[in-house]
């Protein structure tokens, strides 16, 4: 039986041994080209520890000219002419965005656009910095493979419009739209996906109008040699969805039950399915978070992280000299079993690690709080543990569990309803925290338990 | 031991008021492009899930201590949190720590240790 003990003893040290190795130096195999992978995935880490890019929407202070004809008609500039006042004709410069638009309710309606935008498009990480009184915004988010389309999705008007196929003029726009859904219609063989767009009372009305007057005529015509024919006459309109020009069409083919429905793939296969339904949903966010009040000008840079590896180096130290004050008294408190109950805290560490990375969890400074607090609360487990195997009473750990489980209990809730949070930061710290948690009592239960009372001469 | 501990909250207050003072005149030091805007829009965030989880501790806190008095267990747990949490903002603003990314960890950190410190004083106390 004492052989047995000292075998898994031994045996629990040395999975804690590569557990440590593979969460600390990672896990490799070769490929067939000779090259070195990671059979475990990396650390997601936050947005602060790499490159930014940093979007600046500054409000348009520019003008617009308008000519006008002797007569007062507007007139369209051409190349190489000059419109002199001489000659009769007048240029109106107006504001892009008028002062009574550059109010704080509209900058603050524009900052809300963004928001619905980033968080529609399932953007965790960003920060949106808004000066109230110039209404400049700076947006933050990750440089990453998503930054070039998040800065389209951000830049974008988030419009529908109609134009006049003959005169070009705006004769229906998404001012009157309720909402935009993505739906889906069931064929034999293939499906169809739809960017489904409902108006409110006012748009429907005008767009059944406007269904009457933008549609197919045929009219019966005599030609040359005075025979009569049928000719087909289309009053069509130009349609443009988010800044992107559809096409045109006559109105009955993209309206129906006063709802406009513009097509967006139709397949039997999944992933071209798939890719339209991503493609509609881009729109429908786009649509629905609505259009911007004013009018911004935009510019990008990256910028490099300002938390850099000697940061890193001094608050890691700072942090890891507390912890090894601890751990001393640890040792010399509980000696031999002190020892080995430091050696159980780094596995627990590394575990913690390993899950963090398999649960694909984004670490942010907030998340590394949650390891730090997650580490605290392992070293409060163990000094319990320790604390009450000296007893050298049985059930001590079941006690010792329930000692801990009480005091802890408030950190639970923290923990769960912190990773309800959509934000990564906040979500970053009550996943942290969750599996911190969780795996204090595991990884103790598995390993350092039966260690432990092993060490005290018990089994109990 | 009560003088230690009654000395150690006067100074602890003092650090409040002080801190608060100078807060209120200098405000924050903040650098690396991290703005009050930001502070604030973050706080927001935050303000949601922390009142959510305080909320549920602190009934928590009343059913399981109800013996050590309901109104007691409540008052001493909100002062202690927010106690905490003020003393911490003190001294940032005491020693013009710069305001970074780091802030809010910092600041759920001591919402965490002052839960973790009033449990295990109720607890005691049980």
């Known amino acids: 039986m004492k052989k047995y003990k000292k075998t898994l003893t031994v045996f629990i040290i040395l999975v804690v041994a590569i557990l440590m190795f593979a969460s ?37 202070q520019g003008t617009t000219s308008t000519i006008y004809d002797s007569e007062g008609n507007v007139v369209q500039p051409e190349e190489g002419v000059e419109y002199t ?26 900052k809300e656009i963004v928001e619905k935008r980033l968080k529609g498009n399932n953007v965790s990480e960003y920060s949106i910095d808004m000066n109230e009184i110039t209404g400049k915004m700076k947006i933050e988010i990750p440089e990453d493979s998503r930054a070039d389309e998040i800065q389209d999705i951000i830049q974008n008007t988030g419009s529908f419009i109609l134009l006049d196929g003959e005169t070009f003029e705006v004769v229906f726009d998404s001012s009157y739209l309720k909402r935009a859904d993505v739906v889906y219609s069931q064929g034999d063989i293939e499906t169809a996906v739809f960017l489904q767009l409902e108006f409110n009372e006012e748009g429907t009305q005008k767009l059944q109008e406007l269904n009457n007057i933008y549609v197919e005529t ?4 005599t030609n040359e040699e005075g025979e009569t024919e049928e000719v087909t006459n289309s009053k069509v309109v130009w349609v443009i969805l988010n800044n992107t020009f559809l096409g045109t069409t006559v109105l009955p083919n993209i309206v129906y039950n006063n709802k406009i429905m513009l097509p967006f793939g139709m397949s039997s296969n999944n992933e071209e399915l798939q890719k339209a339904i991503e493609n509609a949903n881009k729109d429908a966010i786009l649509l629905n978070s609505g259009t911007y009040p004013i009018a911004y000008e935009y510019t990008n840079e990256v910028v490099q992280t300002n938390i850099n590896q000697r940061t890193m180096f001094i608050f890691f130290t700072a942090i890891g000299l507390v912890f090894a004050i601890s751990y001393i008294y640890l040792v010399i408190r509980f000696k031999a079993k002190g020892f080995i109950s430091v050696y159980f805290q780094i596995g627990y560490l590394a575990v913690l690690l390993l899950i963090l990375r398999l649960t694909n969890v984004i670490i942010t400074m907030e998340g590394i709080s949650a390891i730090i607090i997650s580490l605290i609360l392992e070293y409060i487990f163990t000094y319990i543990v320790l604390r009450n195997l000296q007893q050298e009473k049985d059930g001590m750990y079941k006690k010792a569990n329930l000692e801990f489980f009480l005091n802890t209990l408030p950190i639970y809730v923290i923990s769960i309803v912190f990773t309800f949070a959509t934000r990564a930061n906040i979500n970053s710290f009550g996943m942290g925290l969750f599996w911190g948690i969780i795996i204090i009592y595991i990884y103790n239960f598995i390993f350092s338990k039966f260690v432990f009372e092993n060490l005290s001469g018990r089994s109990k | 031991m009560k003088t230690v501990k009654k000395i150690l909250m006067v100074l602890c207050i003092l650090v409040i008021i002080v801190g608060m003072f100078i807060l209120g005149r200098n405000g924050l030091n903040y650098q690396e492009g991290y703005t009050q805007n930001i502070l604030l829009e973050t706080a927001k965030q935050y303000t949601v899930f922390m009142a959510i989880s305080t909320v549920i501790i602190l009934v928590y806190f009343a059913i399981r201590y109800n013996k050590q008095g309901v109104v007691k267990v409540i008052v001493t747990s909100v002062l202690g949190i927010l106690g905490a949490m003020a003393f911490v903002l003190a001294l940032f603003a005491i020693i013009k720590m ?10 759920l950190a001591t919402y965490v240790s002052s839960i973790i410190v009033l449990t295990t004083s109720f607890e005691e106390n049980t």
């Open chain 1, 24 to 60: 600390f130096f990672g896990v490799y195999k070769k490929n067939e080209n000779g090259e070195r992978i990671s059979l475990l995935p990396n650390l997601k880490l936050g947005m602060e520890f790499g490159n930014t890019r940093v979007i600046t929407a500054t409000v348009n």
């Open chain 1, 85 to 110: 006042e001489e000659d009769g004709y007048e240029t109106v410069e107006q504001p892009i965005n008028p002062d009574s638009a550059k109010t704080l309710e509209n900058y603050e309606r524009a």
């Open chain 2, 98 to 107: 710069p305001i970074t990314r780091i802030f809010f960890p910092i600041m």
């Open chain 1, 218 to 221: 045929t009219e019966q015509q």
